[in-house]
């Protein structure tokens, strides 16, 4: 297959564990045989950056992501036209069997507009909610609504997804799904393929489910509200002034305000808590392996989540919530332990929990790295995209409405 890919992103320049499992996907594809290219947007080019085979970093974003998003709709409108001529542009050129969508986030529709004025097959993965902010307004009898709604539906036409061909779609779990059907996504018949890891990346300790002393927790992640550090602060806070001395490392970087809010509430308790910031992504394994327990507080808002995989596959023993995509692998007693979203109380519980119970620490690392090794690993995650690109291939375009 010739596959386009288009993304907001692609690393060396990336937010999170999505964008890096794009550059994954594009390069098991070529190592398959697939002749793949990538248009992505501008964001961290330097103009004295050599050119990068395939990858084509052009593509315009309505704000930087240092920046809040723009929603301004003329704005949108502008860049959505600039960067469909792009993406026509290479289109084109490429003359792609499939054009593989893997995020719109900031670059809007206008290289998914060019695929379908050009009659290419086209695949959508969703991998967050974003995809929401292309839904157009419901209309109302208020008259600023009724006005904005017809806008939407004439001038701004171009802005919204339910005018594109969605006949191919998949989503990385049935929570995501149902959440974006729930907000007016007519996609009700993707496909959800859950997403994987390179486990040869993430050795294993050699004594997974092990306690060093003083412990060591350990926060991979975002700085974003929904992915809850805050939460892992404040049961730190309450276990250490239950008597118990534990150590925690918080490992990424996000919005400004919110990581000055976690040094903040983090002050009181002095060195028992350590920023790393964003990290080389090599030091990762060495990093998960250097901890004795790690905490992955996300609210229903995580459409799935990588990182408590690559946890698991270093034998690193999980104290998770259940309420997002990542509930569909975490079960409570089998792989992790399970607290309830939002409750600060019932962490440090189950953070308390797990160090005192070593046959139950021990247990669930030892099946979730089982779990990881079989059912989580690239290549299946591989098969799956691939037999979903060439099903597409072979069923063409349509319309799916």
Not at 185 to 207: E, G, K, T, Y
Not at 286 to 299: M, N
Request: glycine share 8%; hydrophobic share 40%; charged share 25%.
């Amino acid at each position: 297959m010739r596959v386009l890919v288009v993304s907001n992103l692609f690393p060396p320049h990336y937010l999170g564990g999505y964008e890096l499992l794009c550059r994954q996907v594009c390069e098991g594809l070529t190592a398959r045989g697939h002749s793949v290219e990538v248009i992505t947007s501008r964001h961290g080019v330097d103009p004295r950056d050599p050119p990068e085979p395939g990858v084509h970093r052009e593509l315009h974003l309505v704000s930087p992501f240092e920046a809040p998003p723009v929603m301004e709709r003329s704005v949108r409108l502008r860049v959505g036209r600039i960067n469909e001529a792009i993406a026509r542009d290479w289109m084109q050129r490429v003359r792609p069997d499939v054009v593989f969508v893997w995020s719109q986030l900031r670059i809007t529709l206008g290289p998914s507009r060019a695929a379908s004025r050009l009659g290419l097959t086209t695949v959508f993965t969703f991998n967050d909610e974003h995809p929401l902010i292309f839904v157009p307004r419901p209309p109302s009898w208020r008259p600023r609504r009724l006005v904005g709604a017809l806008l939407d539906a004439t001038l701004y036409r171009e802005l919204f997804l339910e005018h594109l061909d969605l006949s191919h779609v998949t989503c990385i779990s049935r929570h995501l799904l149902d959440r974006l059907v729930a907000g007016g996504l007519p996609v009700r018949h993707a496909r959800v393929i859950h997403q994987s890891i390179a486990i040869d990346d993430f050795p294993p300790r050699p004594d997974p489910g092990s306690l060093q002393m003083p412990p060591r927790l350990l926060f991979v992640g975002q700085m974003l509200p929904y992915k809850g550090a805050h939460l892992l602060v404040e049961a730190v806070g309450r276990l250490i002034a239950a008597g118990r001395e534990v150590r925690l490392t918080l490992v990424g970087s996000g919005e400004a305000d919110y990581e000055q809010r976690l040094r903040q509430e983090a002050r009181d308790l002095g060195d028992r808590v350590t920023f790393l910031g964003r990290v080389d992504r090599a030091d990762l394994p060495a990093i998960y392996r250097a901890h004795d327990l790690f905490v992955f507080p996300s609210t229903s808002v995580e459409g799935f989540g990588l990182t408590f995989l690559e946890a698991m596959a270093s034998g690193v023993p999980v104290v998770a919530t259940d309420s997002g995509g990542h509930g569909e692998v975490i079960r409570h007693g089998v792989n992790a332990l399970v607290f309830p979203e939002g409750d600060g109380e019932a962490l440090a519980a189950a953070i308390a929990r797990m160090l005192d119970d070593e046959e139950l620490r021990r247990g669930l690392a030892r099946r979730a790295l089982e779990e990881v090794r079989r059912r989580f690993h690239f290549d299946r995650y591989l098969d799956e995209i691939e037999d979903f690109l060439e099903e597409a291939v072979r069923q063409g375009p349509r319309r799916s409405r």
